[in-house]
């Protein structure tokens, strides 16, 4: 090996040019081997919620079967971010999140607790090894809580109240929170659930607004399948009643602020701003049935497909049909073995339009009779922690053997083509597909079948 | 089967060269990109310094600035570097199925507009606090929302989506420090499990922000080394006092081996491994012994399939933080060993700056830079080594070194650490033989 200064740097950038068309290669190079494992099959084995419509599953599902439309839900109001609302700890547990809770938000308060009770629930944290679980969340951008720069803008207003904004970096600025911008990053939860239940896998927050939860979920099945964990805490929690998070759906059209949401009604205007976090435990199949785990059910596949259009309309139909149909055929599921389909069911005139024509268009003459369910009326606009909680949903439905209601679907709308449940006999089937859209032309999309060994 | 990924495009626009050859030249002359800072009036902040892009607008890449200027700075730089990758990946080409090509980015949050933020605030100010329901009546009222619908960290994903007409899976993911690093690791995954043929993956952000030196600066995270700038990054220094926010974006467009040889694509390298892990410590700080650090580059190692003594050079985080450069250092020697005095390692934050979530994009791009050229960049300011960080950090100069496999890592608030084993594409390989041991 030789070393010596550089003088010269102009030579030293000749890209090597070493592709060439149709040369026939023999693939014995180096390669990542992320796919060696890759017939492992990815189960479910715990499950959390933190919304207004309950703390727990049981709760949950209580909720969801036993409500009446009209209602309108929004915050989690028994979530009040105490301890006593993270479940029950060992000592030491409750301890760490006791210490912590002043440095997380409150997503990231309730993206813990659901992480908690889903990791409680699948009593993996005994038997595992710890470097081989994983967290995979989905999350809104948390933003700036102006109440954070409350302090700090107050120290620098003139003496008739106005605020000098030369003054921030000497007087305002000492004012902030020491953890003040580790309590607004979105990857909160991922890290605290990590560190409160010693999870050294590998770990990951995507930010991709309401279709994050999906593909957090895709994202953990393939960590599993590349056998680069052998289980992945995946969750996603979100918001629509925070300052900035309201402002933005707002401005996106995604809530109506005195809405109810009516998911596939004529008269729909958007939903209710809400919030809420869900969570589950993925884990190697063969893993789980080893150590004896409950399993709810399997993760048979997932996809995400984009089409950003300035016209929103027919970008989100079309990267929801895509997304549909690769989902399908990863699971190899025929569009007439699905027992339902939990849309995302947003309630706003074009995201419902859009998803129904893209479930008309590849379900075509099974969409007639496809149960159609949007728990979204249950629980308004949570943003990215909604996708998770309306899977959590609908396995809970599974479990059941019947599905909830739409709520205030009272008046189908003719033009979006779908069947909407709205009574609570019809049967959930045995596997479903789980929608996430995003209005600016993203879908993601899940297959959950119940299990069979 | 293993489907391999292969990098077949680059972009970046940093404080030091808004072009491939740009930061190619700007890092073996050792051009350090710190200086005043200027994006704001920062005279009464603490902290006054920062690497910043200066003098580049998307016109470079042939857009009009104007059509983006209500988009953030980390909006713009991912445009410039996505559509550099793009232009030289040629992403256009008929024979990529659009609905094959996806985006995986790690860009950051964007701050909001300092002056209408705090005076929406103050007009939301109650006896203890502020509300947030005024906040938002008023800054309806105020914020322009064309600007406002733009402040979300998946932004640039979806203009480059629109843009590049890639319609595969589009995402966006935050993990700190560590988001480029990771958003390439995942795109190469959902390459190989045969999700998309062509992904456009890597990061941008710019935190050069009153709030982004306000939480910074109340980590104790920044140098305040405000008389000298060009000083002022030290990594592995023993006078080592911070590190110095940067920005910019880098991108690569990477794609499955077979399809860029059937549409005669140029081929800059290959990525081989991906490892992420957790420190499962603490939020503030690494881990003593850097255990997740140590976890991300054995797993990055055991990915490729390679032994710690097949790697010839590591990109390191190297902040120029006290605890960061000890920490990483010592995960280093945990995992290579006596090779570690072997390998050299540099921080190109001397030069850059920290470009926060899309730091390892830029290092991504920099290891394709030395692998292809042979020359490894330097770690400027390494005038007095810290006798707790004893490795070859490559110290001021820049050098000549051929070899086959590099590994960048980095590190996350939080506790998050990834790390990726980018190596040079050599289509008669039968593997494990490594260059920089043969030569």
């Known amino acids: 090996m030789t070393e010596k ?13 070493s592709g060439r068309p149709g040369t026939p290669i023999r693939d014995e190079g180096i390669s990542m081997r992320s796919c060696q494992d890759d017939h492992r099959r990815i189960v479910i084995t715990g499950i959390g919620v933190v919304c207004s419509a309950g703390r727990t599953a049981e709760q949950f599902w209580k909720t969801l079967t036993r409500t009446a439309s009209g209602t309108r839900p929004g915050g989690a109001a028994d979530f009040s971010g105490t301890i006593d609302d993270f479940g029950d700890l060992p000592a030491d547990k ?48 948390v933003s700036i809580q102006p109440d954070d720069f409350a302090g700090g803008i107050r120290s620098c207003l003139t003496d008739d109240r106005q605020f000098d904004s030369t003054r921030w970096g000497s ?119 080893r150590r004896g785990a409950r399993i709810y059910g399997e993760i048979a596949g997932a996809a995400a497909a ?35 389909v939990h849309a995302h069911g947003l309630g706003t005139p074009d995201s419902d339009l859009a998803e129904s024509q893209a479930i008309g268009q590849v379900f075509g003459d099974a969409a007639a009779g496809l149960p159609i369910v949007a728990a979204k009326s249950h629980l308004a606009n949570a943003a990215s922690g909604a996708g998770i909680l309306e899977l959590i949903a609908s396995l809970l439905a599974v479990q059941h053997g019947v599905l909830f209601p739409v709520l205030n679907c009272d008046e189908p709308d003719p033009e979006c083509g779908v069947d909407p449940v709205t009574d609570r006999e019809t049967a959930a089937g045995d596997s479903f597909l789980n929608v996430n859209l995003f209005g600016r032309g993203l879908a993601s999309c899940v297959a959950v079948r119940a299990f069979a060994a | 089967m293993k489907r391999r990924v292969v990098v077949t495009g680059l972009g970046c626009v940093t ?66 570097a996505g559509v550099q990758a793009a232009r030289q990946a040629d992403t256009g080409d008929g024979r990529i199925r659009r609905e094959r090509f996806g985006i995986y980015l790690g860009c950051g949050e964007p701050f909001e507009d300092f002056q209408m933020f705090t005076r929406t605030v103050q007009e939301s100010l109650t006896a203890d606090g502020c509300s947030d329901a005024q906040f938002t009546e008023h800054a309806l009222k105020i914020f322009d929302p064309d600007a406002e619908r733009e402040m979300e960290p998946d932004m ?80 592995f220094d023993i006078d080592r006092d911070g590190f110095v926010i940067g920005e910019g974006a880098a991108m690569l467009v990477i794609e499955e081996l077979q399809h860029a040889l059937n549409r005669g694509a140029d081929i800059l390298g290959e990525i081989t491994g991906y490892g992420s892990a957790q420190d499962a410590w603490r939020v503030t700080d690494s881990h003593p012994q850097g255990r997740g650090t140590a976890a991300a580059m054995r797993r990055a190692l055991a990915d490729s399939g390679l032994n710690p003594d097949d790697i010839g050079y590591i990109n390191a985080h190297g902040t120029g933080t006290v605890v960061n450069d000890k920490v990483e250092t010592h995960a280093i020697r945990q995992v290579f060993g006596a ?93 494990r033989v490594s260059l920089s041991r043969a030569a």
């Open chain 1, 94 to 141: 409750r301890r760490a999140i006791r210490k912590s809770l002043k440095v997380m938000n409150r997503e990231t308060q309730m993206g813990v607790a659901a992480g908690q009770q889903a990791l409680a629930d699948a009593r993996i944290l005994d038997v595992c090894d710890s470097e081989r679980v994983g967290v995979c969340f989905g999350a809104d951008n």
């Open chain 2, 339 to 431: 090779q570690a005095y072997r390998i050299p390692v540099s921080s190109t934050k001397s030069m850059l700056g920290h470009a926060t979530t899309a730091c390892g994009a830029i290092e991504a791009v920099v290891c394709l830079i030395s692998l292809n050229s042979g020359v490894i960049p330097p770690t400027v300011n390494h005038d007095n080594p810290d006798p707790e960080c004893d490795l070859d950090y490559v110290p001021h100069t820049a050098r000549e070194w051929a070899c086959r496999h590099m590994l960048t890592d980095n590190i996350g608030f939080g506790g998050q650490n990834a790390a990726l084993v980018i190596s040079r594409y050599d289509e008669a390989s039968s593997g």
């Open chain 2, 156 to 235: 640039p994903a979806i203009h480059l989506s629109e843009r590049l007409h890639a319609e595969g899976p589009v995402g966006n993911c935050i993990s700190a420090c560590v988001s480029a690093t990771q958003a390439i690791g995942e795109a190469a995954r959902l390459i190989q499990f045969d999700e998309a043929d062509v992904m456009l993956c890597g990061g941008a952000h710019s935190t050069i922000h009153p709030f982004g030196v306000t939480g910074f600066q109340r980590l104790s995270a920044l140098s305040q080394r405000n008389d000298d700038p060009q000083a002022a990054v030290r990594p």
């Open chain 2, 15 to 80: 404080p030091i060269g808004s072009t491939v050859d740009d930061l190619a030249s700007g890092l073996y002359a050792g051009r350090v990109g710190v200086g005043r800072l200027s994006l704001f009036d920062a005279d009464r902040f603490p902290v006054r310094i920062a690497a910043e892009v200066r003098g580049w607008d998307l016109s470079a890449v042939g857009e009009d600035p104007r059509a983006w200027q209500r988009c953030p700075r980390q909006t713009q730089f991912a445009i410039g």
């Open chain 1, 5 to 17: 200064r550089v003088s010269r740097y102009e030579d030293l950038w000749p890209i090597r040019r």
């Open chain 1, 171 to 289: 007087d305002g600025l000492p004012e902030v929170a020491p953890l003040w911008l580790l309590k607004c990053l979105p990857n909160m939860p991922t890290c605290h659930l990590a560190i409160i239940n010693d999870l050294r896998g590998p770990g990951n927050t995507i930010t991709q607004r309401d279709v994050s939860a999906n593909m957090a979920i895709a994202e953990a099945a393939r960590t599993i399948r590349c056998g680069a964990a052998d289980a992945v805490l995946v969750g996603a929690t979100g918001t629509t009643l925070t300052a900035f998070s309201r402002l933005r759906a707002r401005l996106e059209g995604d809530i109506d602020d005195e809405g109810i949401c009516r998911p596939f009604d004529r008269k729909r205007t958007g939903p209710a701003p809400g919030e809420g976090a869900g969570a589950l435990v993925l884990e190697d199949r063969d893993g789980a049935v």
């Open chain 1, 306 to 340: 984009s089409a950003v259009d300035r016209n929103r309309l027919s970008g989100c139909r079309k990267a929801a049909a895509r997304a549909l149909q690769t989902t399908l055929r990863q699971a190899r599921l025929s569009p007439t073995d699905v027992g339902h």
